[in-house]
């Protein structure tokens, strides 16, 4: 049998309370007459966007709008990746059919990711879910966070593994 619950997670900014409702899942063995397994926590890695020799941000970049062609919806994303000495920021604009990647800052983004190069990496090679990194305070979201979750099922749609599956 398998029950999803949620637990809630709070952390106030500036005075301003934030609930959020981050999922478990929990697995138990119907066969085994024990109500009280543990809770797990289950989410979708994005699929592999680089090579596991290769670190260039563009090319993982470039694959997250391949995979985002044809998505119908227009937005601008803008993703900021935080390296040791450099921040480099990426805009994908989206648009019916298309996803086009540009170097650079975009004016007023629907939807932005700040993230550390580590955290990225470790994203882009399929080893954390992005979800895990929000949770966890490895990475900022900020814009409309449905659009965010729109975008994230259709990355992970495509090819991403549940984190049992990867490791």
């Not at 478990?24 to 397994?37: K, Q």
């Not at 080893?127 to 994230?152: C, T």
Request: net charge negative.
């Amino acid at each position: 049998m398998l029950s999803s619950v949620f637990s809630q997670k709070r952390w106030s900014e500036s005075g301003v309370e934030i609930v959020a409702k981050e999922p478990e899942v929990a697995i138990r063995d119907p066969h085994s007459g024990d109500n009280s397994s543990p809770k797990m926590n289950y989410y979708c890695t994005l699929p592999r966007l680089a090579a596991a020799t290769e670190r260039d941000l563009a090319s993982t970049l470039r694959e997250v709008a391949e995979l985002l062609k044809g998505f119908n919806e227009p937005a601008r994303i803008q993703v900021t990746i935080k390296g040791n000495k450099r921040q480099s920021c990426w805009s994908l604009e989206l648009s019916e059919n298309a996803c086009q990647l540009h170097s650079r800052e975009t004016d007023r983004p629907d939807f932005e990711i700040i993230t550390k190069e580590e955290v990225w990496w470790q994203i882009a090679e399929g080893s954390l879910a992005p979800i895990r990194a929000f949770y966890e305070n490895k990475m900022g979201l900020r814009g409309n966070i449905l659009l965010g979750e729109r975008l994230l099922m259709r990355l992970a749609a495509q090819k991403g593994k549940s984190e049992e599956e990867v490791q």
